[in-house]
Each structure stands twice: as structure tokens, then as C-alpha cells.
């Protein structure tokens, strides 16, 4: 395009572009500029199955894309009953034309939820079909349609066929009964328990068509950190309102069970999985539990973890524990995911150890109802973790996989990280267990030890704020998560442009240096806050901002000094068998590679070794120069994104570019604040001075010591 084109042009876009707050995420359904109306006479005649809730959402959403597309300009979409509807959408029994074109082999390929979109020509005309097993597998097919209508994509002739790879696709809400979330960022909680069950806010559908719209098809709605008043009676009738509003989405609730329930909200005086008063209870709450959700998807449990009750306080195992819920639950067709994150302070082995210590033991002693929950890395969440050892070592128990969508150790809601990158780090990861190729992902898919159930968690990064999720770019973590449990091979850089087109334009111009901009964001943050393999330097508490002074206090495995051990002699935490040898945990082939200097990449150094400040990294660089350098190009690329940002600006309704503009500023000032401080701090050790080019602090390490910003969220 020549250049005074391309400048009347964007004139125009961005004179066209409305306010927008960010409420309708990836599902803008903005309008299609002319030329682009690929799908728009199937869009506007469309025939659906019998009518039902889910038929009703499928036609809703059609014709709110349809007049979101083809505005005014259009006539209205047309969704009912037509002689020669283009669009079909319909479960085999319903459609003649379906029947006629859809071989039962493929759909039986399909599964309860896998879909499939086929072009067809009849009655001399060009007609889509959708289909699949259920009605919800339909509903994902028509938002796996309207995307690509969006995107102006067209259908390739052999058309589409979806099927996910993992069955469970959830949500884990931290949420608490009086609003506040644990580690949430966006504001409170969108449960508004107090108005429920009476009342069914508009956001709760909009939250559910948001997950079924990628696929999500489970959600815990309660924290981990548990309170038993939520299987009481007035909070069942509450949660029951929430699942009937959520069922035509197909989405599933699931809580969480306090392991000490039976004592606080049912009277007795023990909580001990194998007392038989306290395994009825759990059957008659379960049964209760039943009568008010007839789908009610099963219990999360964390127990014996960060003051959580659970099994140990009765000398039982993690099994033990895990299996009278699971026993309770079975009857109903419930699960059990419990929770490997199990640690304690009074035990004297390496944090890193202590889930894989407990869980390998009792591999197998599992119900075939359980699913074991593991962190994606042994610590907890930080910016960058190895994957966790766990994976591979459980082949009897199914595992799943739990990813933090929240931002708790990565600058909270106003640092943009695009976690996709990181997600698929640990899913690709080879765990050797049964050779090369034994990846995280095959591990959580059931393929590696042919698991009986699949699941995966997310942290949930969502709150009342109007934009769900505080930044406006964390809507694309919640996005590819969504994407990732469906199938965990996704690449990133594909969920990344498509939400970018869903959420804003398909414009190249902006399209592909923002994409750049997000693949490289995760990275960006952990050379500012943790490079080369340091871990766990937040704050106190709230983990918000550097920390890696922080020691003493109630417990030694939450300060700063007991991951990095730094002394003048060198940082790092020695996990080789000089060390904690958590390496062990590991197949012999992750041993030898991670436990030796020559191989191991060096964004894992520091996690498994202690070295001195002069080692030498491959680039030439000392240990020290090479910390400092890593920390100044997460402080140069927050600025980049901030001029990249700028950039965009025709692109972008000014609502939501001066949003993040903004919250960019914020990052790009706290990325300097992590540099001074970490490096004054490890400076101290190191007692050598910055390499060239790394900018010099603005106050002396005091200074940083006492910033102490009160009341952050999430706690
Ligand atoms: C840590 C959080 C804490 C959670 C805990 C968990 O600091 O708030 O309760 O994980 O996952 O990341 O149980």
C-alpha cells in the first residue's frame, strides 16, 4: 500500500475505533471491513437441532457475531427454521443432511466433545455443517467458526475436526466466601455470594460463554486454602444456582473440601480418614452434596500443606486421605484431584523434594477416582521452574497438570507476561522416563502410562474488574490456557496471533510486532526478576516486588536466602549430589544433562548449582556480569514494549491503548527497581562492580530495603 493510503487508512480505523473496556475479551465480534464477508451468507441462514438451552446460546451467539460482523449494512441474521439454511448445526439425529454427509466412523472419532465443521455442496448450494456428540460439542464448534469468521479465515476444504486431548479443562478459582481472592489481582471475586442463589448475575453466563468459547469445561469456585462452610446446606443451594446457570455451557463445578469439614461443620470429633463416623459423614455430605448438583464434578483438596489439615494429623498417608472422598464421591460419578503440594518446614530436606518424597512412595494406593494435582515445578509457580519431577514418576496414579494463571510471583495484574511461552516449556519438557520423547505433555494426556482420566488446572487471573483480569493482556493467559487443556500442543505463537486478531484487528501492522512483543514478555521478566535459574527473591507475603534480603521469620523455606544462598563465595542452591541432590529425582539422563555444568542450559544454572561469581558462562561473561547483564535487558525490553506500544496506537480504541500504555510505564519503572535491587543486594557478595552498560542505581540497597508498599492484593 502506498504510503498516503496506508495513512488515510489508518485515519480512518482510527477514527472508527469506539471506547472499549475490555468486558468482551476475545469476543469482540467487531466489524469486518468489506470484502472480508466470507462466511456471511452461512452465518445468516442458519438451522439448529431441536431447541434446548444450549441450541438457545448457539443461536445467540450466531447472531451477535452477525451483527457485530456485517453491522447495519447487512441484512439481519436469520436463525431458525429454514427451507435451505447454508448453516447446519445439529446432532446427527437431528439433521437429514448431517446424516447423509457425516459417516458415523468419523463422528464416533469425536468423542463426548470433539466437533467437527465440513463444507458441503447440495441443493446447488455451498452449505457448512457442524457436528459432533453432544450439544456442547456443537457449541464449540460454532465458536471455533465464528473465530475464523473473525479472523476472515477460510475454511479449508477438508474442513475441520477438533477433539480434545484432555478431558477435565478447569478453572481454579483461590476465591474466598467473603470476596476476596487469594492471589487475585482483578479486583474481588465475581461470586457474589451474599446475592446468590436469588440472583444470577449477567456476569456469570458471560464468564461461562467466555470458557466455553475455549473450551474450558470445569471450574472450582472456591480456594484451596478451604473453608467448610461452603458444603453447608445455604451454601450448596447457592453453588447449585452457579452450576444450573453454568450447564449449558457445559461446565462443570467442582469445590473444595477442608479435610477437617467433619469436625467443623459436622460435630464429630476427628477428622481421621479411616474412622467410620467421619467416612459416613463425607458419604452423606457427598449424597447432599448430589441432591442439590446432580452433575457436580468432585473435590479439590489441599491438605497437610501451609497450615491446611489433612491426613498427617492422624499418621495417615496422602492416599489414605484422598481415598474416602474419593469413595464417597464414586457412587455419583465424582472425582478427587488432590493436591501434591505438600510441604513442611519441620521436614529437613530440600523443599524441591518433599511433594516426590510423599507421592512416588504411594503410587497406585490412588482409587481409580483420584487424580493427583502437581504444580507445574516442585517449588511454586516462580517466573521460570524446571518441570516437576513428579511427572513421569506416577505411572499408576493419573496426574494432571497445574499451571498459575494469576500472576503471583510475575509482577501481579500491571507487568505484561504472556505465560503461553512458559506453559509450554514445561509441557514440552522430556521427562526420559521411557526414553526421548517422553514429554510433560504426553505424561498429563494419559498416552506415556495410559492414564484412565486426564485433567488440567489453572490458577484463575479473573475479577470484578471490568476487564476481567486487570491487564488487559492477561485476557490471552486465560485464553491459551483454555487452549492448552483443550489440546497441549498448541503452540504459543498461534494462540498468541489469534487472540490478538479475536481481541483487536487482523492487521499485520499490528498483528505480528505485538505477537513479538508478547513471545518475548515472559522471557523479559525473568531476566528482571529471577535470571539464569534464581528463584523465589519476591517480597515477603505478597510477593510483589524484590525481595532478596528477605530471611528469618516464621519459616526458613518462604525467605529469599534460602533459595539463593549467596555469600561472598558464590549464589545458587546446589541440587546436585554434593547438595540437596534433588536431581535424583529425576531420570538419569535430566541427572547427567542438568547435573553437569557443560550441558545443562543455563536458564536452569542457578536452580541446580551453587558457583562461584567469576564461573564463566558460554557467552564469555562471569557469573556476576552475566546476572547484571540479564537483569538490564528485562529494563531494555519493558522499554521497547512501551515504544512498540506507541506504535500501535492507530490500531488500538484509545480506551484500552491507554490502559496498557499505562501499565506498561508501571512495569517498565519496576523493572528497574528489580535490577538495582537484586544486583546492590547480590552486589554486596559479588563486590565487584556493574559491567559496562548496566545502569547505575538511583539509592543505595537501605533504600530498597524499606520500600514496603502496604495492603497489595492477593493476600
Ligand atoms: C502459593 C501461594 C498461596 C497458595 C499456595 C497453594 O502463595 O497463596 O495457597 O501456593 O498453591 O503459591 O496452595
Request: charged share 20%.
Amino acid at each position: 500500500m502506498k504510503p498516503i493510503y496506508l495513512l488515510i487508512y489508518l485515519l480512518f480505523i482510527s477514527f472508527s475505533l469506539q471506547a472499549n473496556d475490555g468486558y468482551k475479551l476475545w469476543l469482540q465480534y467487531y466489524p469486518l471491513t468489506s470484502g472480508n464477508e466470507l462466511y456471511q451468507t452461512f452465518l445468516g441462514n442458519v438451522k439448529t437441532g431441536d431447541q434446548s438451552p444450549t441450541f438457545d446460546i448457539i443461536q445467540e451467539e450466531i447472531k451477535l457475531a452477525y451483527n457485530g460482523f456485517y453491522k447495519e449494512s447487512y441484512p439481519k441474521a436469520n436463525v431458525m427454521s429454514l427451507d435451505q439454511p447454508q448453516l447446519i448445526i445439529a446432532l446427527p439425529g437431528q439433521s437429514e443432511m448431517i446424516l447423509r454427509n457425516v459417516s458415523k466412523v468419523d463422528l464416533e472419532k469425536l468423542g463426548p466433545e470433539g466437533y467437527l465443521i465440513k463444507k458441503i455442496t447440495a441443493d446447488g448450494a455451498e452449505k457448512i455443517l457442524i457436528s459432533g456428540n453432544s450439544e456442547i460439542a456443537l457449541l464449540y464448534g460454532t465458536f471455533r467458526l465464528l473465530q475464523a469468521a473473525q479472523k476472515n479465515q477460510p475454511l479449508p476444504n477438508e474442513g475441520m475436526v477438533s477433539v480434545p486431548t484432555i478431558e477435565r479443562r478447569i478453572l481454579n478459582h483461590w476465591d474466598n466466601l467473603n470476596r476476596t481472592v487469594e492471589r487475585g489481582y482483578a479486583g474481588f471475586s465475581i461470586w457474589n455470594w451474599h446475592r446468590l442463589p436469588r440472583h444470577i448475575d449477567q456476569q456469570y453466563l458471560d464468564y461461562a460463554r467466555a470458557n466455553a468459547s475455549i473450551g474450558i469445561n470445569g471450574t472450582v469456585i472456591t480456594n484451596v486454602n478451604a473453608n467448610a462452610l461452603v458444603l453447608t446446606a445455604d451454601y450448596l443451594k447457592k453453588t447449585a444456582a452457579l452450576a444450573d446457570a453454568f450447564r449449558p455451557y457445559g461446565i462443570k463445578i467442582y469445590l473444595t473440601a477442608r479435610f477437617s469439614s467433619p469436625m467443623e461443620i459436622g460435630g464429630l470429633p476427628t477428622a481421621d480418614p479411616l474412622d467410620p463416623e467421619v467416612q459416613q459423614w463425607w458419604k452423606d455430605k457427598t449424597k447432599e452434596i448430589y441432591e442439590h448438583i446432580p452433575d457436580f464434578g468432585g473435590f479439590l483438596v489441599k491438605a497437610d500443606s501451609e497450615g491446611q489439615p489433612g491426613p498427617h494429623n492422624y499418621k495417615r498417608t496422602q492416599a489414605e486421605g484422598a481415598n474416602i472422598l474419593a469413595d464417597a464421591v464414586k457412587p455419583f460419578g465424582g472425582i478427587v484431584m488432590w493436591r501434591a503440594f505438600v510441604y513442611s518446614e519441620e521436614t529437613p530436606d530440600d523443599r524441591h523434594k518433599q511433594a516426590y518424597n510423599e507421592f512416588k512412595p504411594i503410587d497406585g494406593e490412588f482409587r481409580d477416582n483420584v487424580i493427583v494435582q502437581v504444580k507445574n515445578g516442585a517449588i511454586d509457580f516462580q517466573p521460570r521452574e524446571p518441570f516437576h519431577p513428579l511427572f513421569g514418576a506416577m505411572p499408576k496414579t493419573p496426574l494432571m497438570m497445574e499451571f498459575q494463571i494469576t500472576q503471583e510471583y510475575l509482577g501481579h495484574d500491571t507487568h505484561l507476561a504472556y505465560l503461553a511461552p512458559m506453559y509450554e516449556e514445561v509441557l514440552q519438557s522430556d521427562t526420559h522416563v521411557q526414553g526421548p520423547g517422553s514429554t510433560v505433555s504426553k505424561v498429563i494426556d494419559g498416552s506415556l502410562h495410559q492414564y484412565s482420566m486426564t485433567a488440567m488446572a489453572g490458577v484463575a487471573n479473573i475479577g470484578t474488574d471490568r476487564n476481567w483480569t486487570g491487564h488487559h493482556f492477561h485476557q490471552a493467559n486465560w485464553f491459551a490456557y483454555g487452549r492448552l487443556a483443550w489440546n497441549p500442543n498448541t503452540p504459543s505463537a498461534d494462540m498468541a496471533e489469534e487472540w490478538l486478531q479475536l481481541t483487536f484487528t487482523t492487521e499485520e501492522e499490528f498483528v505480528q510486532p505485538v505477537k513479538k512483543m508478547m513471545l518475548q514478555s515472559h522471557e523479559m521478566v525473568v531476566n528482571y526478576m529471577t535470571p539464569l535459574g534464581l528463584h523465589h527473591i519476591m517480597a515477603r507475603s505478597h510477593h510483589y516486588g524484590p525481595g532478596p534480603w528477605v530471611t528469618g521469620g516464621e519459616r526458613a523455606d518462604w525467605t529469599a536466602t534460602y533459595y539463593h544462598k549467596a555469600t561472598e563465595k558464590g549464589v545458587g542452591f546446589d541440587r546436585t549430589p554434593s547438595g540437596s541432590n534433588a536431581l535424583e529425582q529425576y531420570a538419569p539422563a535430566i541427572q547427567e544433562t542438568w547435573g553437569n555444568l557443560e550441558t545443562i542450559p543455563e536458564k536452569y544454572l542457578l536452580w541446580f548449582h551453587h558457583l562461584p561469581w567469576d564461573y564463566g558462562l558460554k557467552d564469555g561473561n562471569s557469573l556476576w556480569d552475566g546476572i547484571a547483564l540479564h537483569y538490564q535487558k528485562g529494563v531494555e525490553e519493558a522499554w521497547q514494549n512501551i515504544l512498540t506500544w506507541e506504535e500501535m496506537k492507530p490500531f488500538v480504541d484509545p480506551e484500552r491503548h491507554a490502559h496498557v500504555l499505562s501499565f506498561m510505564k508501571i512495569q517498565s519503572e519496576e523493572a528497574i527497581w528489580w535490577r538495582d535491587a537484586c544486583l546492590l543486594y547480590f552486589g554486596q557478595f559479588s563486590q565487584k562492580p556493574l559491567p559496562e552498560g548496566v545502569g547505575k542505581p538511583a539509592h543505595d540497597l537501605e533504600h530498597y530495603m524499606k520500600l514496603n508498599p502496604k495492603f497489595v492484593p492477593g493476600i
